[in-house]
């Protein structure tokens, strides 16, 4: 029980880090398109890598802190489902969501984007979007670091529950 309550700690605390230090990207997205626009329309001289650099950013700022949003249970529910149960069903309605739909879907992502993403190392994958054409292969390793951090929450979250059924009203 220790070595359990110690991993959903550990899985709590790395979650609560990634989204913590991933809200500041939003900072550099936000710097990268305010001297682009800038540049845009003060000098007529927009810049060539702001494209590739603000999807990069805004992509991994949407992907990363899921694991945070996870952990806080921020995602969307089905009140309206939810509130018709009793407080154990509901719970027991979450872990039957989570083996059903949860955990084969994010394990389907984690594995095809870890494939994209060493193929993308492999061939050191440039971006075609863009005039600038910045290796993509560092935006392609961080989704499935993200994927396998949303994993280890996921798995965190229904060690939890499940808990949480067997041992009414005492927490992990």
């Not at 969307?76 to 039957?96: E, G, H, K, M, N």
């Not at 992502?109 to 560092?138: C, D, K, M």
């Amino acid at each position: 029980m220790k070595t359990i309550r110690a991993f959903v700690k550990s899985v709590g605390t790395i979650s609560e880090w990634t989204g913590r230090t991933t809200c500041f990207i939003a900072l550099a997205l936000v710097f990268t398109i305010t001297i682009d626009v800038f540049l845009r329309y003060a000098f007529n001289a927009p810049t060539k890598w702001s494209y590739d650099v603000t999807y990069m950013l805004g992509g991994t700022l949407l992907i990363m802190p899921m694991c945070y949003v996870l952990l806080h249970k921020g995602h969307v529910s089905i009140d309206i489902v939810y509130r018709r149960f009793p407080p154990r069903v509901a719970l027991a309605f979450d872990v039957a969501l989570h083996l059903l739909f949860f955990f084969p879907l994010i394990i389907v992502l984690v594995y095809t984007s870890a494939a994209h993403a060493q193929t993308s190392i492999a061939l050191r994958e440039l971006s075609n979007v863009g005039f600038w054409r910045p290796p993509l292969y560092p935006f392609r390793t961080v989704m499935p670091i993200a994927f396998f951090l949303v994993l280890l929450q996921g798995v965190a979250n229904l060690i939890k529950d499940v808990y949480a059924l067997l041992r009414p009203g005492e927490e992990l």
